[in-house]
């Protein structure tokens, strides 16, 4: 009869999850920019739970409870919340690790909080705005929603040069799809700044990535962002107003970009060309 000390098994245990945990791929332990990342698309799609129960539901049902507003604003928070994560995940990741599945994951979660939640808005928006169309606000939607897709995969498969996106940015073109959205305009001029929105972030157009001082200023816009939209849903002094200046804002940003950047893309243009005759008049006798 053979007697094995208790000690010696229990000191077998340790070492044998020890050899487990060193055999994990690696591809399988998140970092803590991983953890971010899941936190952004538990956001988004926590923004679709609240536009279909405090939006889409109670319309649909008749009660005019004044869940709307507030889940609205909710919506629309979750969004901003999610950009927060999507900002900080690159990061934690240039400081700290960043785990081999982590641009999978970033891609995967933008694709939920940047692409389906601002969709979907658009699409509850076509079901419950009395101006507004149906069929025409669902291909409006389904436009967002393969503009983000199709920029995913570009960012994935394109080198750009450092410090730059090509075409707008996921999370800021969502986040301009609600102003635009929110900003109660006439359907038609609203479906038209959808979609404008949605071929800026599959164009060409360099935009800055946020970075030092840049990043700063982003994450103050968030917060004042939030701040406007949290007057708005508990129906504060002046919260209508807040709204709509946020709103509109927001859009003229969004619009204001790409003129900054094709004007520096025709200085750059221009300053190439007047190089070059300068350096054919140099060379001639």
Known sequence: MTVIDPDTQA?????EDEDDAEEMPL?????????LTLGNATCGFMAV????TGILIPHLSGDESGMARNS????VILMLCAAVFDLFDGLVARKLRSSPMGAELDNLSDLISFGLAPAYFVLVYGMVA????ERVAAVGAIVVLLAVVLRLA???CVTVKDGTFQG???PFGALTVVSIVLLELPFEATLLAVVGTAWLMVSRVEYPKP???LAVAVLCWIVAAMGMLAAWAFDAPGGQVLLQMGCALQIVMAATIPLFATARRVNTFRDNRRESREARAAQLP
């Open 27 to 35: 591809s399988l332990r998140l970092s803590i920019a991983d953890t």
């Open 168 to 170: 707008m940015p996921s």
């Open 72 to 75: 609205a604003a909710t919506a």
């Open 49 to 52: 739970y609240f536009t279909t």
């Open 154 to 156: 570009r960012f994935s």
């Open 11 to 15: 000191a077998n245990w340790v070492a």
């Open 211 to 213: 970075r030092g001082v």
């Open 130 to 133: 009395s101006d507004a169309h």
